[in-house]
Nanobody, 125 residues
Framework: VQLQASGGGLVQAGGSLKLSCAAS??????????MGWFRQAPGKERQFVAA???????YYADSVKGRFTISRDNDKNTVYLQMNSLKPEDTAVYYC??????????????????WGQGTLVTVSS
């Protein structure tokens, strides 16, 4: 599976961005793929942002709950992260990740087998 993340950029605080992650190389099926978004700010460890299970169940980090929405379009082999009310502390490189057959560790890096290259989100104050 290859994952291509896009949609990052520079936005003012309070603004919105929508990230996309296109999967290829394997049938992207709601039947067996869990997808996640992580982010890594400068000088910090990569952290969980959001996940969407093969069942459609979603999970969010407390820091983004109510502002970010993860979704998927299996026909387009794509997962999205809609980010609203952005804050300067949301500035980071955002990575998408995927794993087949579901994972109980959907909030942890070890729960994912495939990773995209990252897309930079910069939120100015």
């Amino acid at each position: 599976v290859q994952l291509q993340a896009s949609g990052g950029g520079l936005v003012q605080a309070g603004g919105s961005l929508k990230l996309s992650c296109a999967a290829s190389g394997r049938t992207f099926s709601s039947a067996d793929m869990d997808m996640g978004w992580f982010r890594q700010a400068p000088g910090k460890e990569r952290q969980f942002v959001a996940a969407i299970k093969w069942s459609g169940t979603t999970y969010y980090a407390d820091s983004v709950k109510g502002r970010f929405t993860i979704s998927r379009d299996n026909d387009k082999n794509t997962v999205y992260l809609q980010m609203n009310s952005l804050k300067p502390e949301d500035t980071a490189v955002y990575y998408c990740a995927a794993t087949p057959n579901g994972t109980p560790w959907h909030t942890l890096e070890i729960g994912y087998e495939y990773w995209g290259q990252g897309t930079l989100v910069t939120v100015s104050s």
